[in-house]
């Protein structure tokens, strides 16, 4: 009898104990943003065996669901945090940083839209906090970005443009896939201007935005998640490269590798193909 109940405490002591060190190599979570996008990292941290736990959610406008201590404002926020993923929209990036600095935690920025003047606070922030940027965190569009940059190399001056096509609530156009593909695309390539050299629109807008030279079309409808088709066009032949995303689950494995990540990064990193 003595011996059965020795083994049962010992069984507990040892779970709480484990428990305890489970708990303790956890990456905590302050989530900023619980919108779609918001929704995918919560998917992500739903359970903890990935080794990371939401502790808060902070969002201006949502409801709150009861399943998190939930907030307004992150200077609201109360619980013990590793590191803030935003997930909101661009305008909201001033409030991150600032809380940032002021709680000196690293932070994974998953919002697009940012202007020249946003880009430059996130380089001055990353000065004393470590900031991982990312314009999409599925692992198949960051391979999509090295086979556009190798073809942009290898091809050599040949015209190039962009479809993108997101769900019909997307704010920003073109989307920051698009924006960073054609940033890549301009590092191996020549500005020239495409199309004929009198062409002209019938509808303003009908060739699309022009990026150095590159046209970006950006499609907005109802059934689509998320969808880029990267098009060289040179003498004789045609070469696309396409990223559909079907669900936003295609997202989860770069939301955990970029929180588990950041904290050992250095300044400002931006692009997921980075820390693969």
């Known amino acids: ?120 606070l996130l380089q001055e922030a990353a000065q004393t906090i470590p900031i991982f940027k990312s314009a999409n965190l599925s692992f198949g569009v960051s391979v999509l970005r090295k086979l556009t940059e190798d073809a942009g190399r290898m091809l050599g001056p040949v015209d190039a443009e962009i479809i993108e096509a997101h769900h019909r609530m997307k704010v920003d156009a073109p989307s920051g896939t698009a924006y960073a593909t054609l940033e890549l695309i301009s590092q191996v390539r020549e500005v020239f201007a495409q199309g004929a050299p009198n062409e002209f629109e019938k509808i303003p807008g009908s060739r699309g935005g022009d990026f150095q030279g590159m046209r970006v079309h950006s499609v907005r409808l109802p059934g689509y998640v998320a969808s880029q088709e990267v098009i060289f066009g040179g003498l004789g032949q045609r070469l696309v490269i ?23 990064l250095k300044g400002l990193v931006c692009g997921l193909e980075a820390i693969m």
């Open 1 to 120: 009898m003595l011996w059965a109940v020795a083994r049962w405490v010992f069984a507990a002591s040892w779970a709480e104990c484990w428990y305890g060190f489970w708990e303790a190599v956890l990456t905590r979570i302050v989530l900023n943003g619980v919108g779609k996008l918001g929704q995918a990292v919560i998917a992500a941290a739903k359970d903890k065996q990935d080794g990371v736990v939401i502790v808060a959610a902070v969002d201006p406008h949502a409801v709150d669901d009861k399943t998190r201590p939930f907030y307004r404002t992150l200077e609201d926020v109360r619980e013990e945090f590793d590191v803030i993923v935003d997930a909101s929209r661009a305008e909201g990036l001033d409030s991150v940083l600032n809380y940032a600095l002021k709680t000196d935690k690293p932070v994974v920025i998953a919002a697009t839209g940012h202007n020249d003047a946003q880009l430059t």
């Open 242 to 264: 396409n990223h559909d995303t079907i669900s936003r689950d295609s997202f989860l494995p770069g939301v955990l590798l970029a929180v588990r990540t950041v904290k050992k």
